[in-house]
Every structure is written in C-alpha cells, then in structure tokens.
C-alpha cells in the first residue's frame, strides 16, 4: 500500500491559509492515481470527520462546513494537497490524510471507506 507523510500544518489566524500535503512514498508512487485520497480532521474529545476527497478520475467531495473554502488536489504523481482559504478557528484539529487502493462511489468521507492513513499534521487557527 501507498506510505503516506503529511506535512503543512501550524498556526493562522483567522481568515488566513494553509497548504497541507500528503506525499506518497517514492516507491509506490506509480500506484497512487490507482487511490481514491481523502483529508480528515479530528479534534480533541470528538470523532474523526471527513474533510474532502478526491476519486481516481479526480472527482472531488467536501464537507458542507468547508466548501468553498478548501480545495483537494493531486500536484503530481505523489503529493495530494489541501488548500485551506478563509480559515476559522473550528478548523482547528489534527488533519490526517487517507487513501484506499480502489473507486469510491459512497462514503467517500467516511473513515471506514479507507485503508491507509498518515500520522496526521496539527492545525491551529487563531
């Protein structure tokens, strides 16, 4: 399965950006456009939320609370992106991100739908 190391995390204020990624490791990277991606979010005391995600055919999903605001790419080969615009402090959490080696055509933000997971990268906002 893909390796996946997210990075981007730290401080904004409020309304400001941050640029998360999810880099797929060098050696299974020629497997990744096989992987539907996802970015969830978890804050202490509350379950893991789907945040966005991004089909083998580059179809995107969002989470009502951040659409318009966040944006889910792939960059390359390797490296998936979330782009947080306009952020609020209930963004803050530690931000994971997901892949399964298959199409997701239900539950795409769903943690259950995933078999391969990062670390997670903290964000704070304000």
């Known amino acids: 399965h893909v390796q996946l190391v997210e990075s981007g995390g730290g401080s904004a204020q409020a309304g400001g950006s941050l640029r998360l990624s999810c880099e797929a490791s060098e050696y299974t990277f020629r497997t990744f456009g096989r992987h539907c991606m996802g970015w969830f979010r978890q804050a202490p005391g509350k379950e893991r939320e789907g945040v966005a995600a991004?089909?083998?055919?580059?179809?995107t999903s969002y989470a009502d609370s951040v659409k318009g605001r966040f944006t889910i790419s792939k960059d390359n080969a390797k490296i998936m992106v979330l782009q947080m615009n306009s952020l609020k402090p209930e963004d803050t959490a530690m931000y994971y991100c997901a892949a399964v080696p298959s199409q997701l055509n239900a539950q795409r933000l769903w943690a259950g739908s995933y078999t391969n997971w990062g670390q997670g990268t903290q964000v704070t906002v304000s």
């Open positions: 991004i089909d083998r055919d580059g179809f």
